[in-house]
T-cell receptor, first 119, second 111 residues
């Protein structure tokens, strides 16, 4: 079956512009995560959803970052007024389920990522 | 706060030699532990996970890892590596619904 897909794969934008990154999870997966990965670093948690409900957004760096998953499937991560420091790989992952506050035993399936470059 | 340390940023090793990639975590509570592999231009793929039970966990592609609670470690091993194992490897821990990843170890297998 199809894995997690992300679009666009590469995005170059000018400082101050808004960008929207899309994630299409594996069909039937309840939980969807967004991570940011800087060069030479591991993925850093941003936010996650169960169905359409945003469970945790503690990793979003500031209020320029927002995410939604209105129908419990596809999700969009939006960065407003982009800055050069926002340049990174943005990864999406999905899993069968994750209970808020409880240890997460389910495998997360990752998409190929969107490489964002802000010039 | 929970953290994961991967001390080796790069590990070069000759083909067919054994390898160990180190991972230490900081937590006084019970955790789940994971190793993921990232091939160039691809997403992360799960190699293996420890949830409970036997401390020796076997994964895909001949990899295994041993959970050591007293040393808070979860080192990844392979007895004989192949060129195709060249990739970046990430250790992750979960004591809540989130995963915390280490900074990764780049394994370079030399012919």
């Amino acid at each position: 079956g199809a894995g997690v897909s992300q679009s666009p794969r590469y995005k170059v934008t000018k400082r101050g512009q808004d960008v929207a990154l899309r994630c299409d999870p594996i069909s039937g997966h309840v939980s969807l995560y967004w991570y940011r990965q800087a060069l030479g670093q591991g993925p850093e948690f941003l936010t996650y959803f169960n169905y359409e409900a945003q469970q945790d957004k503690s990793g979003l760096p500031n209020d320029r970052f927002s995410a939604e998953r209105p129908e419990g499937s596809i999700s969009t991560l939006t960065i407003q007024r982009t800055e050069q420091r926002d340049s990174a790989m943005y990864r999406c992952a999905s899993s069968l389920f994750s209970s808020m506050g409880q240890k997460n035993s389910y495998e997360q399936y990752f998409g190929p990522g969107t490489r964002l470059t802000v010039t | 706060a929970q953290s994961v340390t991967q001390l080796d940023s790069q590990v070069p090793v000759f083909e067919e030699a054994p390898v160990e990639l180190r991972c230490n975590y900081s937590s006084s509570v019970s955790v789940y532990l994971f190793w993921y592999v990232q091939y160039p231009n691809q997403g992360l793929q799960l190699l293996l996970k420890y949830l409970s039970g036997s401390t020796l966990v076997k994964g895909i592609n001949g990899f295994e890892a041993e959970f050591n609670k007293s040393q808070t470690s979860f080192h990844l091993r392979k007895p004989s590596v192949h060129i195709s194992d060249t990739a970046e490897y990430f250790c992750a821990v979960s004591d809540t619904d989130k995963y915390i990843f280490g900074t990764g170890t780049r394994l370079k297998v030399l012919a």
